[in-house]
């Protein structure tokens, strides 16, 4: 039986969402970035207090499959771009069909009916997310940071970056008082 768990974007989602199953006595087989695999079958009081649980601690449980899709292409494009960086060889919307085994239009379709905003935009959003972390921790010039985040140039993240914060990446550096957003809250 698989699990589908919302809002699961990094390694350490992972470790507190296995706790989570663990403390109710549930031994989970596998956990994965937004999903679970368990042996058995859960109980509908396991699964009432797995979900009070999880809601605790900012996770959910998806039930339908529009929000299991939605889910997995928000859990692949994090993980693109806080994991793999420059590991993507062909276009997004490639990436995403093969990835899932779905047709690009479908899930593009679906992800803007949902989410009130296209999936490119939502990686944009990602990216410059990641491009405000690297900035702030001031160990990368704006040069590796492109190219780390597979912009075509310095000037096209500079670019990219304006339009979204309404700042160049070298103002923003100066300020600050600016807080970044967390993933689920894109």
């Known amino acids: 039986m698989k699990l589908y768990i ?14 989570v199953f663990e403390d109710i006595g549930i031994n989970p087989i ?9 042996k058995n079958d859960v109980e509908e009081n396991q699964k009432q207090e797995l979900l009070k649980s999880l809601r605790a601690i900012g996770f959910d449980l998806i039930d339908d499959k529009k929000s299991k899709t939605i889910d997995k292409i928000k859990t692949l494009i994090i993980d693109l771009v806080q994991n793999k960086n420059n590991d993507l060889k062909s276009n997004l ?5 093969e990835q899932l085994h779905q047709d690009y239009n479908t899930l593009s379709n679906l992800f803007s009916e949902v989410e009130n905003t296209t999936i490119e935009k939502y990686f944009m959003s990602q990216k410059i997310e990641k491009v405000k972390e690297l900035i702030i921790y001031d160990e990368l010039s704006l040069s590796e940071i492109s190219y780390s985040l597979n912009y075509s140039s310095v000037s096209h993240l500079s670019n ?27």
Do not use: A, H, W
């Open 6 to 19: 919302k809002n699961m974007v990094c390694s350490r989602c992972k470790m507190v969402v296995k706790s």
């Open 30 to 38: 596998v956990v994965e970035l937004g999903e679970v695999e368990l």
């Open 93 to 97: 919307s490639d990436y995403l069909s």
């Open 160 to 186: 990219q970056f304006k339009k979204i914060t309404g700042f160049s990446p070298t103002y923003f550096k100066s300020l600050k008082s600016v807080k970044r957003r967390q993933i689920e809250d894109l």
